[in-house]
């Protein structure tokens, strides 16, 4: 089982930026594909952004040039920057850890992006 626990969500205003943490409990961290997704009320969870075990990064078209995730495999911890933030970017953002075929989630943390 691992835990996930994400942090730095908030309010901004359009155009601003916000970074996200989520810190993992497991020893193998490094063999997880770490993942942000992200979903609307009422809405469906998307993918936002992945990193692989490989550190192979994927962007959604959406967040291309505007977000950044990386890892850092000595603190568990990935990451997401986001910057010139839309208020179409509003959504509770999960993070997401997986490995052969186990799926993990955090609780998700609050993005606001005000127009």
């Known amino acids: 089982q691992v835990q996930l626990v994400e942090s730095g969500g908030g309010l901004v205003q359009a155009g601003g930026s916000l970074g996200l943490s989520c810190i993992a409990t497991?020893?193998?961290?490094?063999?997880?594909?770490m993942s942000w997704y992200r979903q609307i009320a009422g809405g469906n969870r998307e993918l936002v952004a992945s990193?692989?075990?490989?550190?192979?990064?994927n962007i959604v078209t959406s967040a291309e040039g505007r977000f950044t995730i990386w890892r850092d495999n000595g603190k568990n911890t990935v990451s997401l920057q986001m910057n010139s933030l839309r208020p179409e970017d509003t959504a509770v953002y999960y993070c997401?850890?997986?490995?052969?075929?186990?799926?993990?989630w955090g609780q998700g943390t609050q993005v606001t992006v005000s127009s």
């Open positions: 990193i692989g075990s490989n550190h192979r990064t």
């Open positions: 997401n850890a997986r490995l052969r075929g186990n799926n993990y």
């Open positions: 497991t020893n193998i961290f490094s063999a997880y594909d």
